[in-house]
């Protein structure tokens, strides 16, 4: 076979029918933790697989996410003390949205990673911050980009895009690419959004609630 061949045959589809996303491949793993969370959550464990030959991957309930990961994280026999990422994929085609953990455990030296399917009539989910404080900004990024909502999140709202973003969720599948409204009218918004709305490095405080940015008043007639 050329080298080329490939390029030839051109892009190989990334359908979820084509890969091993949905978990069907139970039992191929021996990592540790698939038997463990088998053995303690039974029919809440709905898959396992073992992706570019190390990584071990687990389908679990999203009902009963949090009850399994506050159980990943403190158990002595896991210890998954590391929450190194919070993400979301969109296959489209009207499938699940899946919400991602990856996670590790310094103790044990291994990692796992979690995935929950949400149908798309109910994108939410337990928020895992009191579990792993570093979820914080990962769980409002899939919030603004996905469009999950993370109960119980301490301040969840849009990190990337405006707060005023009216376009939808530009991650999911059926997000146009020039988004949802016309150049015109994008400019329009662009063109009105208050620029002032900004963080200084002397507003911003440590710790307590979630600030808001207070609009900057005009100065009077006369000053500077």
């Known amino acids: 076979m050329g080298g080329l061949d490939a390029v030839e045959r051109g892009p190989l589809p990334s359908d979820a029918s084509a890969t091993s996303d949905s978990g069907s491949a139970a039992g191929e ?3 540790p933790s698939v038997a463990a969370l088998r053995a303690k959550f039974g029919d809440a464990i709905q898959g396992d697989t073992v992706h570019a030959g190390d990584q ?9 996410s949090l009850e399994i990961l506050t159980w990943l994280k403190d158990d002595p026999g896991q210890k998954y003390d590391m929450m190194s990422d919070v993400t979301g994929v969109d296959y489209g085609g009207g499938r699940p949205v899946e919400v991602v953990y990856q996670m590790f455990s310094t103790t044990h030296k291994r990692a796992l990673r979690i ?4 149908p798309l009539d109910a994108l939410e989910i337990d928020s895992v911050v009191g579990l792993w404080v570093g979820a914080n900004w990962l769980e409002r990024e899939v919030y603004d980009l996905f469009g999950v909502t993370f109960k119980g999140h301490p301040d969840l709202r849009r990190i990337l895009m405006p707060q005023d973003y009216a376009e939808g969720h530009p991650l999911r599948k059926d997000f ?25 490095p002397e507003e911003l405080v440590e710790g307590g609630a979630p600030q808001q940015v207070a609009a900057r008043s005009e100065p009077a007639e006369g000053e500077g």
């Open 115 to 118: 995935r929950c399917k949400l």
């Open 56 to 64: 071990t991957v687990v389908w679990i309930d999203p009902a009963r």
């Open 29 to 31: 793993s021996d990592h």
């Open 176 to 200: 146009p690419l020039r988004g949802r409204f016309s150049r015109a009218e994008q400019t329009r918004r662009a063109l009105a959004q208050d620029v002032e709305r900004f963080y200084g």
